[in-house]
């Protein structure tokens, strides 16, 4: 089985790559005003096997492919393309976060989560066929408060770019 992909280190061990590093969380616009309302990036739901739940963060300033929404169609579970979230989900969100030692790298999640290490791999295989690098992966260990959010941008369709927003 190939080994868990990750980072040499932890970026927040890693002195200037800190001030460098970009991460962003990814959702859609039909969640925006509850995340407005909350003011703060709240944790998703753990995965089974774990308690540890975890704020989702990608590097990847342009999409991360590992966002998956799905639907039934014909009693099956369906995953959503990038443009069936669009338009399901009332657009998409990009929130930039700062960085502190609260976020590890996906590898120090499963590490420190106990996540199943073949149930992390097939994550990742997963990820990585709908386009993902699981490099890019960050989990933040606890919510997000406003105060810590660099950016907001909105997904414009027409020139498939994202628009900053006012925070």
């Given at each position: 089985?190939?080994?868990l992909?990750?980072?040499?280190?932890p970026f927040?061990?890693?002195g200037s790559?800190?001030?460098s590093?970009?991460?962003?969380h990814?959702s859609?616009?039909?969640?925006?005003?509850?995340i407005?309302g909350?003011?703060?990036?709240n944790?998703s739901?753990?995965f089974?096997?774990?308690?540890?739940t975890?704020?989702?963060l990608?590097?990847?300033?342009?999409w991360?492919?590992?966002?998956v929404?799905?639907v039934?169609?014909?009693?099956?579970?369906?995953p959503l393309s990038k443009?069936?979230i669009i338009?399901?989900?009332?657009g998409?969100v990009r929130f930039e976060?700062?960085?502190g030692?609260?976020i590890?790298t996906w590898?120090?999640?499963v590490l420190?989560s106990g996540?199943?290490?073949d149930?992390?791999?097939?994550?990742?295989?997963?990820g990585?066929?709908?386009g993902?690098?699981p490099?890019?992966?960050?989990?933040?260990?606890?919510?997000?408060?406003r105060?810590e959010w660099?950016?907001l941008?909105?997904?414009?369709?027409d020139s498939?770019?994202?628009?900053?927003?006012?925070l």
């Amino acid at each position: 089985m190939p080994a868990l992909r990750s980072h040499a280190a932890p970026f927040q061990r890693a002195g200037s790559i800190v001030e460098s590093l970009r991460l962003f969380h990814y959702s859609i616009g039909s969640h925006l005003a509850r995340i407005i309302g909350d003011g703060q990036l709240n944790p998703s739901e753990s995965f089974a096997g774990t308690q540890m739940t975890a704020v989702w963060l990608s590097a990847n300033p342009v999409w991360e492919e590992s966002v998956v929404k799905s639907v039934l169609r014909d009693g099956a579970r369906v995953p959503l393309s990038k443009q069936e979230i669009i338009e399901l989900g009332q657009g998409l969100v990009r929130f930039e976060v700062a960085c502190g030692d609260h976020i590890c790298t996906w590898q120090e999640f499963v590490l420190r989560s106990g996540l199943d290490a073949d149930f992390a791999r097939r994550l990742e295989a997963a990820g990585i066929k709908r386009g993902a690098e699981p490099t890019e992966w960050y989990a933040a260990l606890r919510p997000i408060p406003r105060a810590e959010w660099r950016a907001l941008s909105l997904w414009d369709t027409d020139s498939n770019e994202w628009q900053p927003v006012e925070l």
